[in-house]
């Protein structure tokens, strides 16, 4: 019997071997992606997690642990008829005061707080009159808070920085309530200041001399041959105290400048001088001012830095600016004297990393900055 050729029916059976070993090729392959992929986001889920570790660690911030703590003397003046403790705060920093109580009432059942958020003024003022148990203030205490409690007391009362408040509101325009700043006109191509080159433009007496020319501060083109026009407002808000005090050193403003009625008013000078230069509170609040959205194309805000090594902020949100309100706490603590155990355990939940991640949580919504590593240890260490 003859051998059947096997020939055609191989060639026949060519294509179904190719397409089963393609099959069998197709899914081999893409198992190995299926692992290489599975692999690769392990490995970055682990980085990831690494990460987040390191800027845990690299934070430093403790964790907080309640401790027990008894309540407040019966006699406290601070103490409404319920046995609450009455705390009058800035209403801008409210929001973030209401978090931090629930947390601190919770861990201490004990311990009942009645927040009143009316504003920085009469926040010092019943810290003063002891009806407050603290002050809880959007900004640094100015000279006539601090000199109305050490006549009554005989001594200052000790703060303690927890954060920063910008206060923005997506209402106003430009949008976000900017902090006291330094605004110029849109068509200066001035880039940037620093601190102490800001005191020598808006004050005088200087040690390194007066700024009085856009040349000084390397303003090129038609600057250049110029003098700086400068605008001050003779109402003074307590944000513009605040600098006044705190940021310009106290020394006097330069004879140059030219006293204009308000803020809004500096606010339209410089929106219509491309030479002018002036400082404002706050970016005014009033809806009824309607003169926001011309004024708010006109003018820019000068980033600004501590020094020319540190990071020159625009006022965005979560980025400080030399002039951004301090969220700042203030007791009545008499020199040699301890704080109460409870105001103590209270600041160690504002200062602890909880406590700081409260702000940042809060940061879009209503401006608040946490404080960073180094400044947390420095008012720590008041506590101690």
């Given at each position: 019997?003859?051998?059947?050729?096997?020939?055609?029916?191989?060639?026949r059976?060519?294509?179904?071997?190719?397409?089963?070993?393609?099959?069998?090729?197709?899914?081999?392959?893409?198992?190995?992606?299926?692992?290489?992929?599975?692999?690769?986001?392990?490995?970055?889920?682990?980085?990831?997690v690494?990460?987040?570790?390191?800027?845990?660690k690299?934070?430093?911030?403790?964790?907080?642990?309640?401790?027990?703590?008894?309540?407040?003397?019966?006699?406290?003046?601070?103490?409404?008829?319920?046995?609450?403790?009455?705390?009058?705060?800035?209403?801008?920093?409210?929001?973030?005061?209401?978090?931090?109580?629930?947390?601190?009432?919770?861990?201490?059942?004990?311990?009942?707080?009645?927040?009143?958020?009316?504003?920085?003024?009469?926040?010092?003022?019943?810290?003063?009159?002891?009806?407050?148990?603290?002050?809880?203030?959007?900004?640094n205490?100015?000279?006539?808070?601090?000199?109305?409690?050490?006549?009554?007391?005989?001594?200052?009362?000790?703060?303690?920085?927890?954060?920063?408040?910008?206060?923005?509101?997506?209402?106003?325009?430009?949008?976000?309530?900017?902090?006291?700043?330094?605004?110029?006109?849109?068509?200066?191509?001035?880039?940037?200041?620093?601190?102490?080159?800001?005191?020598?433009?808006?004050?005088?007496?200087?040690?390194?001399?007066?700024?009085?020319?856009?040349?000084?501060?390397?303003?090129?083109?038609?600057?250049?041959?110029?003098?700086?026009?400068?605008?001050?407002?003779?109402?003074?808000?307590?944000?513009?105290?605040?600098?006044?005090?705190?940021?310009?050193?106290?020394?006097?403003?330069?004879s140059?400048?030219?006293?204009?009625?308000s803020?809004?008013?500096?606010?339209a000078?410089?929106?219509?001088?491309?030479?002018?230069?002036?400082?404002?509170?706050?970016?005014?609040p009033?809806?009824?001012?309607?003169?926001?959205?011309?004024?708010?194309n006109?003018?820019?805000?000068v980033?600004m830095?501590?020094?020319?090594?540190?990071?020159?902020?625009?006022?965005?949100?979560?980025?400080?600016y030399?002039?951004?309100?301090?969220?700042?706490?203030y007791?009545?603590?008499?020199?040699?004297?301890?704080?109460?155990?409870?105001?103590?355990?209270?600041?160690?939940?504002?200062?602890?990393?909880?406590?700081?991640?409260?702000?940042?949580?809060?940061?879009?919504?209503?401006?608040?900055?946490?404080?960073?590593?180094?400044?947390?240890?420095?008012?720590?260490?008041?506590?101690?």
């Amino acid at each position: 019997m003859k051998a059947k050729n096997s020939a055609p029916e191989v060639k026949r059976l060519i294509p179904h071997l190719w397409l089963f070993h393609s099959e069998v090729f197709c899914l081999r392959t893409i198992k190995l992606i299926m692992m290489f992929c599975v692999t690769i986001f392990c490995g970055a889920l682990v980085v990831g997690v690494l990460s987040g570790q390191t800027a845990s660690k690299r934070s430093g911030l403790l964790s907080y642990t309640s401790h027990p703590v008894p309540s407040p003397s019966p006699t406290a003046t601070y103490l409404l008829p319920d046995n609450t403790i009455y705390v009058l705060a800035n209403d801008l920093v409210g929001p973030y005061f209401e978090q931090l109580d629930d947390i601190f009432t919770k861990t201490h059942p004990n311990i009942r707080i009645t927040l009143n958020p009316l504003g920085s003024e009469p926040a010092i003022a019943a810290l003063t009159a002891g009806k407050s148990a603290f002050a809880p203030m959007g900004r640094n205490a100015i000279t006539q808070d601090l000199d109305g409690f050490s006549a009554l007391h005989g001594y200052r009362p000790t703060s303690f920085l927890v954060g920063y408040d910008q206060s923005p509101d997506p209402d106003i325009f430009p949008p976000g309530k900017y902090p006291s700043a330094i605004w110029i006109n849109t068509k200066n191509p001035l880039p940037k200041l620093t601190l102490v080159q800001a005191s020598e433009v808006f004050t005088s007496g200087n040690t390194n001399g007066d700024i009085t020319s856009w040349s000084q501060l390397g303003v090129k083109g038609e600057w250049a041959t110029r003098e700086i026009h400068v605008y001050l407002p003779s109402k003074r808000d307590s944000a513009f105290l605040f600098i006044d005090g705190y940021k310009m050193g106290s020394v006097p403003w330069t004879s140059r400048a030219e006293w204009v009625d308000s803020s809004t008013d500096v606010m339209a000078a410089v929106a219509q001088d491309p030479f002018g230069i002036g400082i404002v509170g706050f970016w005014p609040p009033d809806s009824g001012w309607d003169r926001q959205m011309e004024l708010g194309n006109l003018t820019k805000i000068v980033p600004m830095a501590e020094n020319d090594d540190g990071h020159f902020s625009h006022a965005g949100v979560g980025d400080v600016y030399p002039f951004t309100g301090e969220i700042r706490i203030y007791f009545d603590q008499a020199p040699g004297k301890s704080l109460e155990p409870w105001m103590k355990e209270y600041m160690r939940l504002a200062l602890s990393s909880e406590g700081q991640a409260l702000l940042a949580k809060l940061a879009k919504q209503n401006g608040y900055i946490p404080l960073e590593y180094e400044k947390v240890k420095l008012e720590l260490k008041k506590l101690n």
